[in-house]
């Protein structure tokens, strides 16, 4: 892996990639060699005025399998040719690139995104779109997956889109066991909102159970329901749960989620499947009576809208007693 920076380079975004990408080998997990360069060999200035020094030029970017390029608050957001080329190069022979924040910039001026969808900070979508007409700037989304080229919203969206990256290229397990020992949030789903201004209720709002209150019926019912996804639920019986009237519930859940109750349960009940797929031999059947699907049909059809293949291509790919796979076809799917 090469971390691209450049002057100005975000220091919380340096400590993010390399906590997420850390050698946790010694817990079975993946081991990964990160590399942070730049445009060539020296002091590099952070946000907070620090100095860093790299020890490598763009030539890192040549053995890596996979290229992100760093948010900055230096400007302008360009890169020069050589550094550019490389990235061009690296993404030629088949790495994946990606980028977040302002680093998104800094790839979009490679051409590579363009005809494509991406995202960078929500304070700067209109800056990004009004630069680069080619390309569809998505405002409100934590990251895009384009493939082997994707891209992340600001600050802490970054770790949403690393951790789906492991979770893309070594399974949910990994992923989740990742964002354990990191002790992040292991999963926010990519149309989850990732900013959404708030108009702060009045004292004698949050005193007679107003928006407070909510949250943490909300947060209740996120964590009761996860425990029963084996059961059947439906949105009626969730806003009873959280004492509230379907309609408000369906109001707040999107609020706080960023997406509908139903699309939710589904994405969760998915997730475990994942790692039962990957950590179990429980036969296809059991794993989808178990996560509240309706029958083996039903969880493949839903694994291959996820996925682009059905649960037990998953399994041959991901499984516990399988070699693992890290590299996916220049699409972004699984290998077949």
Same mark, same amino acid.
């Given at each position: 892996?090469?971390?691209?920076?450049?002057?100005?380079?975000?220091s919380?975004?340096?400590?993010?990639v390399?906590?997420?990408?850390?050698?946790r080998?010694?817990?079975?997990l993946?081991?990964?060699g990160?590399?942070?360069?730049?445009?060539?060999?020296?002091?590099?200035?952070?946000?907070l005025?620090?100095?860093?020094?790299?020890?490598?030029?763009?030539?890192a970017?040549?053995?890596?399998?996979?290229?992100i390029?760093?948010?900055?608050?230096g400007?302008?957001?360009?890169l020069?040719?050589?550094?550019?080329?490389?990235?061009r190069?690296?993404?030629?022979?088949?790495?994946?690139?990606?980028?977040?924040?302002?680093g998104?910039?800094?790839?979009a001026g490679?051409?590579?995104?363009?005809?494509?969808?991406?995202?960078?900070?929500w304070?700067?979508v209109?800056?990004?779109?009004?630069?680069?007409?080619?390309?569809?700037?998505e405002p409100?989304?934590?990251?895009?997956?384009?493939?082997r080229l994707?891209?992340?919203?600001?600050?802490?969206?970054?770790?949403?889109?690393?951790?789906?990256?492991?979770?893309?290229?070594?399974?949910?397990?990994?992923?989740n066991?990742?964002?354990?020992e990191?002790?992040?949030?292991?999963?926010?789903?990519?149309?989850?909102?990732?900013?959404?201004?708030?108009?702060?209720?009045p004292?004698?709002?949050?005193?007679?159970?107003?928006?407070?209150?909510d949250?943490?019926r909300?947060?209740?019912?996120l964590r009761?329901?996860?425990?029963?996804?084996?059961q059947?639920?439906?949105?009626?019986?969730?806003a009873?749960?959280?004492?509230?009237?379907p309609?408000?519930f369906?109001?707040?859940?999107?609020e706080?989620?960023?997406?509908?109750p139903?699309?939710?349960l589904?994405d =969760?009940?998915?997730?475990?499947?994942?790692?039962?797929?990957?950590?179990?031999?429980?036969?296809? =059947?059991?794993i989808?009576?178990?996560?509240?699907?309706?029958?083996?049909?039903?969880?493949r059809?839903?694994?291959?809208k996820?996925?682009?293949?059905?649960?037990?291509?998953y399994r041959?790919?991901?499984?516990?007693?399988?070699?693992?796979?890290?590299?996916?076809?220049?699409?972004?799917?699984?290998?077949?």
């Amino acid at each position: 892996m090469a971390a691209f920076a450049t002057d100005g380079v975000s220091s919380f975004g340096v400590s993010a990639v390399s906590n997420v990408f850390a050698d946790r080998s010694h817990l079975g997990l993946p081991s990964f060699g990160l590399t942070v360069c730049a445009g060539g060999r020296g002091a590099l200035r952070t946000d907070l005025g620090h100095l860093m020094e790299v020890g490598h030029g763009p030539e890192a970017m040549s053995t890596a399998d996979l290229v992100i390029m760093l948010p900055t608050d230096g400007r302008p957001l360009t890169l020069r040719e050589p550094v550019a080329d490389a990235i061009r190069d690296a993404h030629r022979r088949g790495a994946i690139i990606a980028a977040y924040g302002t680093g998104s910039f800094l790839l979009a001026g490679t051409g590579l995104l363009d005809g494509r969808r991406a995202t960078t900070d929500w304070r700067l979508v209109a800056d990004l779109a009004g630069r680069h007409p080619r390309i569809t700037v998505e405002p409100e989304v934590l990251y895009v997956d384009e493939g082997r080229l994707v891209t992340g919203a600001g600050a802490a969206a970054g770790i949403d889109m690393c951790l789906h990256l492991l979770r893309r290229e070594h399974g949910t397990a990994v992923a989740n066991a990742v964002a354990r020992e990191a002790m992040v949030a292991p999963r926010r789903e990519s149309g989850e909102v990732h900013y959404v201004p708030a108009v702060p209720a009045p004292p004698d709002a949050r005193a007679a159970g107003g928006p407070r209150a909510d949250d943490a019926r909300m947060d209740d019912v996120l964590r009761w329901s996860r425990t029963r996804l084996h059961q059947a639920m439906s949105v009626d019986d969730l806003a009873r749960h959280a004492l509230m009237s379907p309609r408000t519930f369906a109001r707040r859940f999107r609020e706080v989620t960023g997406t509908t109750p139903h699309a939710w349960l589904r994405d =969760q009940r998915l997730d475990r499947a994942e790692e039962l797929l990957e950590t179990t031999d429980l036969p296809i =059947q059991e794993i989808a009576d178990r996560v509240g699907f309706r029958s083996d049909g039903v969880l493949r059809d839903h694994f291959v809208k996820r996925h682009g293949v059905p649960p037990r291509d998953y399994r041959r790919v991901f499984g516990r007693r399988r070699e693992p796979v890290t590299r996916h076809a220049p699409d972004g799917r699984l290998p077949r």
